[in-house]
Structure formats: structure tokens, C-alpha cells
């Protein structure tokens, strides 16, 4: 049993969104392409209230991108996205949802960050997700969406701990940052991650 796990593919992070994501809406028709290669295909969305730590805008005189400490945790501070409810928390309206079986939300608590989709980042608090694809019998799970290097990244890291045997397919994924991308690749590579093109399924 193979599933697909969208990643974030919302508005927000569009390359005309808030957070955006340079050639993030090039991978919108990739993903659609392969869905339908999969026993079962889920997705994730940033969800954030408005008043969420990870927003710049809720830390008098801190910028965009300034890095704080939060608890001990490094929170990277980002231009208010994802907001519940709003058109930029929606999916890219060229999305193909209809074989979406669920959709994980994360971020909601004010207080913490979630990159992660199964986790927040203190790992204390747990979206369901491990759960629910074991249940489902999942054997294998491949990883695509946005950001490749923040909450992609992150969601495989949790995915090889929670024992599934995980794939990225890079070209139906995008990175914020393609540079620091390149080292975090071959970490994920070099923990037995497999990384496939949308063309090796046909
Ligand atoms: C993301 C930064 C903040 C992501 C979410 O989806 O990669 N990045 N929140
Ligand atoms: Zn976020």
C-alpha cells in the first residue's frame, strides 16, 4: 500500500503569495500528474490562527526572517501566511483534490510552530497522521509540496522515525532556499530516502 502525501500546496506559499515559494506553481500539474499512480493520496496545510508565534508581525520590532528563540527551539519568524480560513491558507485552485482521502492541518496551535505534518516542533503534540497511515496499512509513503526544504524536509525526517520507508519526488516539490536544499538532500539520501522524478512512474 503506497501513498502520496501532499505537502502545503497553498496559496500562501505561490510565488505570488505571502511566503512564496520561487516556481512553486510548477509543480501543481506534476502532482496532478501522479496522483493517480498511488493506493491512497493525502495531503497537509499550514493552518494557522492569527495570532501564531511564527508570525514577524506578532513580535514588536522583530523583522520577517529574524530568527528568535522560542523555548528553547530556534522559530524562524515569517511573514504572516497560512491564516485559517483565508484564500491563501486554500490549496492552488488548480489542485486536483477529489482523490484527497484526508487532509491533515498543523499549525494551529498559537504557541508553536509545525513543519512537520505529523509533528509540531517540540514533538510533543501529534497530528494523527502516523496513526492513520499505518491504519491504513501504508507500507511505503512518498513526499512532495512545498517548502522541500522546511516542511517536506521535515515531514520525511518524522516519516523514516515513525518506520516508513519514504521517497521525495523532487520535481513535484520545491525548496525556499535551493542552496541549503542541496546538503539537506543528501542527509535525507544518505538516511535511505529514495529520490525519484514524477517520470519514474511512466
Ligand atoms: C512552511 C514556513 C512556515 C512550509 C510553513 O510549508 O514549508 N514554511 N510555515
Ligand atoms: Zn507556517
Keep these: 500500500m503506497n501513498a502520496l502525501v501532499i505537502i502545503d500546496v497553498q496559496n500562501d506559499f505561490m510565488p505570488d503569495g505571502s511566503l512564496g515559494v520561487p516556481e512553486g506553481d510548477d509543480i501543481v500539474r506534476v502532482i496532478n500528474s501522479i496522483q493517480d499512480c498511488f493506493d491512497l493520496v493525502i495531503a497537509t496545510q499550514d493552518w494557522h490562527?492569527?495570532?501564531?508565534?511564527?508570525?514577524a508581525s506578532n513580535h514588536h520590532g522583530k523583522a520577517v526572517f529574524e530568527k528568535i528563540d522560542l523555548d528553547g527551539v530556534g522559530q524562524t519568524l515569517?511573514?504572516?501566511?497560512?491564516?485559517?480560513?483565508?484564500?491563501?491558507?486554500?490549496?492552488h485552485?488548480?489542485?486536483e483534490t477529489h482523490r484527497f482521502a484526508a487532509i491533515f492541518r498543523k499549525g494551529m496551535n498559537p504557541?508553536?510552530?509545525?513543519?512537520?505534518?505529523?509533528?509540531?516542533?517540540n514533538h510533543q503534540v501529534s497530528t494523527g497522521l502516523a496513526?492513520?497511515?499505518?491504519?491504513?496499512?501504508v507500507t511505503k509513503a512518498y513526499f512532495c509540496g512545498l517548502a522541500s526544504?522546511?516542511?517536506?524536509?521535515?515531514s520525511i525526517k518524522d516519516a523514516l522515525a515513525e518506520g516508513f520507508p519514504s521517497v521525495f519526488i523532487e520535481d513535484a516539490s520545491?525548496?525556499?532556499n535551493k542552496e541549503s536544499f542541496e546538503d539537506q538532500k543528501k542527509e535525507l539520501a544518505g538516511l535511505g530516502v529514495r529520490i525519484i522524478s514524477s517520470s519514474d512512474f511512466f
Design 49 to 55: 490562527p492569527h495570532d501564531h508565534v511564527s508570525f
Design 78 to 91: 515569517w511573514p504572516d501566511h497560512c491564516v485559517q480560513g483565508t484564500k491563501g491558507a486554500g490549496f
Design 93 to 95: 485552485p488548480d489542485l
Design 111 to 121: 504557541g508553536v510552530d509545525s513543519y512537520s505534518g505529523f509533528y509540531d516542533n
Design 131 to 137: 496513526g492513520y497511515l499505518r491504519e491504513k496499512g
Design 149 to 154: 526544504d522546511i516542511c517536506v524536509y521535515y
Design 174 to 176: 520545491k525548496p525556499l
